[in-house]
């Protein structure tokens, strides 16, 4: 049994995935492990792509989505602890076995987490820092306050997913901010390792890049797990600091689309189905926009 599972879903980025299968099995000098891909129905050559790695197991279904093809390796997978790392993403060398460490200097531990150098679509310069938050007082409160990092920056016991369950295949993204959340209400134990470094590469077209997507998934996130503790004062605090935030972090990608070819009416259409996304920022682009000129 591989100590580590590594699980890579691909829609699309068959031309990315070498990048992501190569900097997990260089981890291989250093910790056992099993690589998975699957392949969520790509019409490119992602499986193809896949199996010329020997050793690589290739999974091919019809597309149903990243929460589906996560889920599906995860059934396939034997390590005792699982990785999800998207295609568009790579490891930096000696992150599992930094992973091993904290898991072994503390037994016990639901989750490690680490940090992430986000890359510029070029892959060419770190442009920012992603993760770095310590969960190890109130891990609940805290992610439910913001997803701290992405999941490539997460590596988590897998006897833990037999109690919370797998990924929620209702949510289109923000669906390892769930995950997290379910397991830290549980009692789940965080640890942070600063020696676990990932890469989250900045893709034109990324999920996170669909403003309606992520709000909706976010707020269905927020509402559902701030449930989780009826009667709570400061989850009911939490909530509503959580969503303002997140609007806010939504609010420069809106003004990107009001830039954008149909930017302004598609901007506004966005708002009226969701209006907490409104802010004065947002207001004062529209209205630079929209102003006759002279």
Request: one cysteine or more; proline letters at 5%.
């Amino acid at each position: 049994m591989p100590q580590f599972s590594v699980i890579v879903p691909c829609y699309k980025q068959a031309h990315l995935l070498p990048k992501a299968i190569e900097s997990v099995l260089a981890q291989a000098q250093d910790v056992e492990l099993e690589l998975i891909v699957v392949d969520d129905g790509s019409p490119d050559n992602a499986a193809e792509v896949a199996a010329g790695y020997p050793g690589v197991i290739v999974i091919r279904q019809d597309n149903a989505g990243l929460c589906a093809a996560r889920n599906r390796g995860i059934l396939r997978s034997t390590g005792r602890y699982l990785l999800f790392l998207d295609s568009d993403d790579y490891l930096r060398p000696g992150m599992l076995a930094a992973a091993a460490r904290a898991f072994a200097s503390e037994p016990g531990l639901a989750v490690v987490h680490g940090l992430a150098d986000v890359i510029d679509e070029n892959d060419q310069q770190v442009v920012a820092e992603f993760g770095g938050s310590d969960l190890s007082g109130d891990a609940f409160h805290t992610l439910l306050r913001n997803n701290i990092g992405p999941p490539n920056t997460f590596v988590v016991r897998r006897d833990v997913l037999a109690e919370v369950g797998l990924f929620d295949v209702s949510l289109r993204s923000c669906e390892d901010w769930d995950l997290w959340l379910r397991i830290a209400a549980t009692g789940g134990r965080f640890r942070l390792a600063r020696d676990m470094r990932s890469v989250y590469r900045v893709v034109p077209g990324s999920m996170s890049k669909n403003v309606e997507t992520m709000w909706r998934s976010a707020s269905a996130v927020v509402a559902k797990n701030s449930e989780l503790h009826p009667g709570c004062s400061t989850c009911r605090a939490t909530r509503r600091l959580s969503l303002g935030g997140f609007a806010q972090g939504m609010r420069p990608l809106l003004r990107e689309v009001v830039r954008g070819p149909g930017g302004p009416s598609r901007a506004a259409g966005i708002l009226l189905r969701n209006p907490r996304l409104i802010g004065w920022q947002v207001l004062w682009q529209l209205r630079r926009t929209f102003r006759p000129k002279a």
